[in-house]
C-alpha cells in the first residue's frame, strides 16, 4: 500500500538519478520512506538511493514493491512545474500507480517485480575518504569531456586532481587540501573511470552540493551526496577501468 | 608496395584529415576535393548523350543534391536506354560486382536538374510531381527528359552516395505508364503518419532500404506540413539511423548471445571482422585505411579512424559518417532476426584495391552479408582476439589501441570482480 503526496520536483530528481543507470527500477516501500538499488546492465554502476517518509507531505505505507518504468514517470513528471505537488496512489488488486498532478490524473501499470531483485553490493574497503563541493566536481567532468572519454581520480595528502588524457591532449582540475571540505587521504591514490558514467553520475548535483567520495587504487569509487533537503541519500559505485600493459 | 605498412604502429595515423572528411566538410580549404578530383580524371569519359533530349528506362532512379540548401536540384536519374535497368539503382544488388562495373554502368545515369526550394514539394510543378511519382514506382520507369543543355561533366562520386554520371538541367519532362509500390504508395497518402513511423513500417513491410531512402529524399514521407526535399546524402543516414536505432531498442530486450562470435567477409579488397560479444550492446566501426586506399590517397601510413556507442546510444553526429549508421542497421537487424543481443565491434581493413568511394551502401550490404554466414565461435576474447590477428594484416594491439569498445572489453571492470557483499559497505 502506498498514498502520498510528495513535490515534483524531489520526484524528478529521483528520475535523474537512478535514470543514468537503469530504465526500470524495484522501488522497496516502507512505513519509514522507500529506497531502492540497481545496477547498470554492463555492471559497472551501481545506485543506491533512499527516501525518508519526511521528504514526503504526507507519506501512508505498508511493505512492498513497486515495478517502475522511469521513462514513463518522466514523460509525466513533465507535465508539471517543480513546485506542483504530485499525489501517488497504489492500486493493489490492478497493480497500477495512479497519479495526479495539478488536473490531470495518470495510471500506470506497474512491472512485475518477480524478475527483479536487489543486486549485491561489494564489500569495499576504500582507504580513501573526502567531502568537496559539486562545482568542482562538475567542472572537472566539464574539462575533460572536451578531449577524452576517461577520467583518472587521485588522491593523496596534499590535495585532489581529476586528470584526462587522450593522444597530446591533456587537462587536470587540481584541488589543494584547501579546496576541498574533508580531507583523509593517508596515501596517494588514483583510479580510471568510464567518462560517461562518472559524469553521468553527478549530472543531477548542484555546485554547493556536499559530495562525499570513496577512493582506492584501481579500485571503485563511492559517492555520495544528499537530496531532497536531507531527506533522500544516494550512493553511487563505480567500477574502474584497469589498463594494464 | 615493398614494405608492409601494418608492421609496426608506427605506421598508423589516427583521425586524418581526408578521413574525416571524405570530400563533405571542406576541411583542406580547397575549392573541390582534389582527392575526389583525381578519381574523376581517372574515370574514362563516356559519350552517354550528343543531344539535349534524353529517352530512356529509369530504375526509377533519382536524385537530390545538397549544394544551395535550402534550395536544392531534385530530378531523375535516367540512361541513354530503354530495358530492365532495376538493378541500377538497387544497391542490395550489388554484391560481387566490382568497382568498374559500378562505376561503368552508374556512369550512364544521366541526372536531371531542377532547382526548388525544399518546401516546395507539393506545389513544385510538374517535375516536382513526376519526381516523386518516380521514387514510389516499384519497376523501372520510361522517361523522356529534355534538358536546357547537353549534359555534361562524367561522375560524381561520395562516401555516402553510389556513383552517378553527368548532368544537365531539366527543361520538361515526360513519363510512360508507372507502376507504383502500393506499399510506399499507402504511406505517401498517410498524411498523418510521421516520417519516422512511415521508414518503419516500409522497413517491416520488407521494402528495400534504398527505395525507403530514396522516397524519403523526395519528400512523400512524413506528416503533411512537414513534408520537404531531403538531400539524397542526408537520407541515406536519416534512414539507417532511425531503422538501425528502432531494432537496437528491439534488441536490447533479449538475452546476451552465450559465445564470442566472428564473422567475415573480403570484398572490393576490403576485409571485415564483425566481432560479437556476449553483453549488452554496445557497438563500434574502426576502420583502416592501407596507404592508396579511396580516402587515404596521398598518405604513406595507414589512417585509422572509428567512432562507437554505448548503450544508450549517441547524440553527437558518428565522427567516422554515415557508415557507422548503415553498418549499425546491419548487425542490429542480424541481432532482431536471432532474438539476442550482443556487444559488436566492426573492424574494416581497407586495402589498397579499394581505389574510390562507391558509396554507404558497400558497408550496410557487406556487414549485411558477412552475418549471413556461420560465425566462428570462441569460448574467451582472447581467443577470439587471437583468431582475428590471424585474419588481419594489421596487428591485434594497434587494434585495440584504436578501439574504445574493444578497450572497454579488456580494461573495464566490473563491480562483482571487486567481490559480493549484502551490505552497502
Known amino acids: ?245 | 608496395m615493398s614494405f608492409n605498412p601494418a608492421d609496426g604502429e608506427h605506421f598508423v595515423k589516427r583521425n586524418p584529415r581526408c578521413i574525416l572528411c571524405r570530400g563533405t566538410k571542406n576541411l583542406c580549404n580547397r575549392e573541390r576535393c582534389p582527392v575526389l578530383v583525381k578519381y574523376y580524371s581517372q574515370v574514362r569519359s563516356k559519350q552517354l548523350t550528343d543531344s539535349k533530349d534524353l529517352f530512356g528506362s529509369s530504375p526509377p532512379g533519382v536524385f537530390v543534391g545538397r549544394y544551395g540548401y535550402p534550395k536544392v536540384d531534385i530530378g531523375p536519374l535516367v540512361p541513354p536506354f530503354k530495358g530492365d535497368t532495376f538493378e541500377m539503382d538497387t544497391p542490395e544488388l550489388w554484391l560481387g560486382k566490382s568497382i568498374d562495373d559500378i562505376v561503368d554502368f552508374r556512369t550512364s545515369l544521366v541526372r536531371g536538374k531542377y532547382t526548388v526550394g525544399v518546401d516546395d514539394v507539393d506545389e513544385g510543378g510538374r517535375v516536382v510531381d513526376y519526381t516523386r511519382d518516380m521514387a514510389l514506382c516499384k519497376e523501372p520507369a520510361e522517361v523522356e527528359a529534355i534538358f536546357n543543355k547537353k549534359p555534361s561533366g562524367r561522375i560524381t562520386l561520395s562516401d555516402s552516395v553510389q556513383p552517378y554520371g553527368p548532368s544537365a538541367p531539366i527543361k520538361k519532362l515526360d513519363l510512360g505508364t508507372l507502376k507504383i509500390d502500393r506499399r510506399l504508395d499507402r504511406v505517401y497518402n498517410d498524411t498523418d503518419l510521421k516520417a519516422v513511423e512511415a521508414v518503419l513500417e516500409l522497413y517491416d513491410k520488407g521494402v528495400f532500404v534504398s527505395k525507403i531512402q530514396r522516397a524519403f529524399s523526395v519528400g512523400a514521407l512524413g506528416v503533411d506540413e512537414n513534408r520537404r526535399f531531403v538531400p539524397t546524402r542526408w537520407s541515406i543516414t536519416a534512414v539507417d539511423d532511425n531503422i538501425g536505432k528502432n531494432l537496437r531498442e528491439e534488441v536490447k530486450e533479449y538475452r546476451p548471445i552465450d559465445e564470442y562470435r566472428i564473422y567475415e567477409t573480403w570484398e572490393l579488397d576490403n576485409r571485415w571482422i564483425i566481432l560479437m560479444m556476449p553483453r549488452t550492446w554496445i557497438y563500434e566501426l574502426v576502420e583502416a585505411w592501407y596507404p592508396e586506399t579511396a580516402w587515404n590517397p596521398y598518405g604513406k601510413d595507414i589512417a585509422i579512424i572509428s567512432s562507437h556507442e554505448h548503450y544508450e546510444g549517441r547524440k553527437k553526429y558518428a565522427e567516422i559518417g554515415g557508415c557507422f549508421y548503415a553498418a549499425r542497421l546491419a548487425v542490429a537487424e542480424r541481432l532482431k532476426e536471432e532474438g539476442k543481443q550482443a556487444g559488436t565491434v566492426i573492424l574494416r581493413e581497407t586495402h589498397p584495391g579499394y581505389i574510390m568511394p562507391v558509396g554507404v551502401w558497400n558497408v550496410r550490404e557487406n556487414v549485411r552479408n558477412a552475418l549471413k554466414n556461420e560465425p566462428k565461435k570462441f569460448e574467451t576474447m582472447k581467443d577470439a582476439l587471437f583468431y582475428i590477428s590471424t585474419r588481419l594484416d594489421i596487428k591485434i594491439d594497434v587494434w585495440i589501441k584504436n578501439s574504445e569498445v574493444l578497450k572497454d572489453a579488456l580494461y573495464q571492470t566490473r563491480l562483482e570482480d571487486f567481490g559480493r557483499g549484502e551490505k552497502w559497505a
Open chain 1, 1 to 245: 500500500m502506498l498514498h502520498a503526496e510528495v513535490k515534483s520536483e524531489t520526484l524528478k530528481k529521483l528520475v535523474d538519478i537512478v535514470g543514468t543507470i537503469v530504465d526500470e527500477v524495484k522501488l522497496n516501500i516502507g512505513s519509514d520512506g522507500i529506497n531502492l538499488k540497481a545496477v547498470d546492465p554492463a555492471h559497472v554502476a551501481m545506485v543506491h538511493l533512499e527516501l525518508t517518509k519526511n521528504a514526503f507531505d504526507s507519506y501512508e505505507a505498508q511493505e512492498t514493491e513497486l515495478g517502475l518504468n522511469l521513462s514513463k514517470l518522466e514523460q509525466f513528471l513533465k507535465l508539471s512545474s517543480s513546485d506542483e505537488m504530485v499525489k501517488i496512489d497504489h492500486i493493489e488488486d490492478e497493480n497500477r500507480l495512479v497519479l495526479e498532478v495539478d488536473k490531470i490524473t495518470q495510471k500506470m501499470p506497474l512491472l512485475d517485480t518477480a524478475g527483479m531483485t536487489d543486486p549485491n553490493v561489494p564489500q569495499l574497503d576504500l582507504p580513501i575518504h573526502l567531502v568537496i563541493e559539486g562545482k568542482h566536481l562538475l567542472k572537472g567532468v566539464k574539462a575533460s569531456q572536451n578531449i577524452s572519454d576517461h577520467i583518472a581520480l587521485t588522491a593523496g595528502p596534499d590535495g585532489f586532481d581529476m586528470f584526462s588524457e587522450e593522444d597530446e591532449d591533456l587537462v587536470r582540475l587540481s584541488l589543494s587540501k584547501d579546496d576541498i571540505k574533508e580531507l583523509d587521504a593517508p596515501e596517494e591514490v588514483r583510479s580510471l573511470f568510464a567518462l560517461d558514467y562518472f559524469s553521468s553520475m553527478i549530472k543531477s548535483v548542484s555546485g554547493d552540493t556536499l559530495i562525499q567520495l570513496e577512493l582506492g587504487r584501481d579500485y571503485p569509487v563511492k559517492l555520495e551526496f544528499d537530496f531532497a533537503e536531507g531527506n533522500g541519500h544516494v550512493r553511487f559505485l563505480l567500477a574502474p577501468r584497469i589498463e594494464t600493459s
